[in-house]
């Protein structure tokens, strides 16, 4: 995770993504050429963290060193990428457009131990958008 | 390019092989498909073997209990398309006029391999966040469900129909029907999907023989064309990506009718990946056999069935007969041949004339799908 994770304008951890210099259109996480016109000219950026659920599910059959259930969700940045991560949040708290925000935090840990740093999805104060 | 047939097909039966290997499952579908059309195994110039788990030189292994060593072997990975590319490549090899034989085979002893959910490849972010296959397709369903105003029941429907056609073919994994209150009752896996709108975890092999036209004269009558065989890898998910509509199987089978020279409006039935209740209706949308956002009542009106309009998935499909990864491509193509030929007993499709085969399968990183491949045969 730590090529994807920087320090935002506001000086809190977010994920860094690319943006294309040729067609303006945002990526994550940054390829070494544009995926919508292939420009090799893409430059990193912070994405900012405000987005809203595109769709959802509850899993509860994972792959082994997961607990059941959680919430997974497909979330469409401000920023214009679509992104798949666990909602915070218990299920009933989520619904398709719920405004939600995208937090990089301590997401468990490793076999050793060792704290695992990710990114999870909160549902917004303000609610749906 | 020049044209290709599929001449013999073999398949075991699908289901839990404890006491059988993935070595001894592929060679009894090659020499099904060996006999199946009387071919001397001398003729077979080249093999291409699909599989996903079952690790280094699995197509050499299989071919090497059958008998056959010295002829050029390669093995395909492409996640749950993996057979179906292993029969383009077949195909591929015979069109450039490079073989008049090849064997196009498929195999996966996937009870030994998995338990618990599939997930892409296990170092992938989205795997790190706790995405599974499942996941993925519960996710289209929540969504194709919200953008469509149907419910769940009606997307069961899916999975009491395949089960429904699965009870009339010897070679399925589960041959009891199930009521769409079972279906809906049943273990929840990814919400809104449960067990029984999943495909279960299945062993199985299954062979084609692809000859080039000079070949199949001399195998008429058990010969079916291959008028196309496509493939295309997924595209990158945006905000503007509909996940109720697969263009990737769109654009892919767009090709596969123009190369075959016929319309959605020409095909008599279907074998389309339908790993969980959902994808099969994403699946005939887009490849345009169905109107968009009409396949459901098109289903509950049983025009999907055995006996309807477009029979979809007679064999039972993945839902049904299962789905040993390696081998789902390749099993399609088989029933498709013997349906094309009349030889499908309780499951034939009446006036089978042009049958079409899809797969898909996989994802990576921000990328909707791995592999789609779309398959015309045509009597």
Same mark, same amino acid.
């Given at each position: 995770m730590s090529d994807v994770i920087g320090v935002g304008p506001d000086g809190d951890y977010c994920l860094i993504g690319g943006r294309c210099t040729h067609c303006s259109r945002a990526v994550?996480?940054?390829?070494?050429?544009?995926?919508?016109?292939?420009?090799p000219d893409s430059e990193p950026i912070p994405l900012c963290r405000d987005g809203a659920v595109y769709s959802y599910t509850v899993i509860h059959q994972a792959a082994p060193g997961f607990s059941v259930p959680y919430v997974l969700a497909s979330v469409d940045l401000a920023a214009g990428v679509r992104l798949i991560g666990q909602v915070a949040d218990p299920p009933g708290e989520v619904a398709i457009g719920t405004a939600v925000e995208l937090k990089v935090e301590p997401t468990g840990e490793d076999s050793a131990g060792r704290r695992v740093i990710g990114f999870r999805f909160h549902v917004s104060k303000e609610g749906h958008i | 390019m020049s044209e290709v047939y599929i001449a013999g097909v073999g398949m075991t039966p699908f289901g839990r092989h404890p006491n059988t290997t993935s070595i001894e499952l592929g060679a009894a579908a090659v020499m099904e498909a060996l006999r199946d059309c009387g071919i001397d195994p001398r003729q077979v110039e080249a093999a291409y073997c699909g599989s996903v788990y079952e690790g280094i030189s699995i197509g050499q292994r299989v071919l090497a209990q059958v008998g056959m060593t010295g002829l050029p072997v390669t093995n395909v990975e492409n996640a749950c398309s993996s057979g179906a590319v292993a029969l383009r490549e077949a195909s591929l090899a015979v069109r450039a006029g490079e073989h008049d034989v090849v064997l196009a085979l498929g195999v996966e002893h996937l009870t030994s391999k998995f338990a618990g959910a599939i997930t892409p490849d296990e170092t992938d972010l989205e795997t790190v966040n706790g995405l599974t296959m499942s996941g993925i397709y519960a996710m289209r369903s929540q969504r194709y469900m919200h953008d469509y105003g149907v419910d769940h029941g009606q997307v069961a429907l899916v999975s009491v129909k395949n089960k429904q056609h699965a009870a009339k073919n010897?070679?399925?994994h589960f041959r009891k029907p199930v009521t769409v209150e079972q279906v809906l009752a049943s273990r929840p896996i990814a919400d809104p999907l449960t067990l029984l709108e999943c495909s279960p975890a299945t062993d199985g092999a299954a062979a084609v023989l692809v000859v080039s036209a000079k070949v199949a004269a001399q195998f008429r009558d058990r010969c079916v064309m291959l008028a196309a065989s496509t493939l295309r890898s997924g595209e990158l998910e945006t905000p503007d990506s509909d996940m109720s509509f697969e263009t990737l199987t769109h654009l892919t089978a767009a090709q596969a009718y123009e190369r075959a020279g016929i319309g959605p409006e020409d095909v008599s039935l279907a074998e389309v990946h339908d790993c969980f209740s959902i994808a099969e209706v994403l699946r005939v949308e887009g490849a345009g056999l169905f109107p968009r956002g009409e396949y459901l009542h098109a289903v509950a009106a049983g025009e999907a069935t055995i006996g309807g309009r477009l029979p979809i998935n007679p064999s039972g499909g993945l839902l049904g007969k299962g789905h040993p990864l390696g081998a789902t491509g390749i099993a399609q193509v088989v029933e498709l041949t013997r349906q094309l030929r009349g030889?499908?007993? $309780?499951r034939q499709v009446d006036g089978a004339r042009v049958g079409l085969a899809h797969c898909r399968g996989g994802k990576t990183v921000g990328? $909707?799908?791995?592999a789609c491949t779309v398959q015309i045969l045509v009597k």
């Open positions: 994550f996480p940054l390829r070494e050429m544009c995926v919508h016109c292939l420009s | 010897p070679l399925a030889e499908a007993g $309780d990328i $909707d799908a791995a």
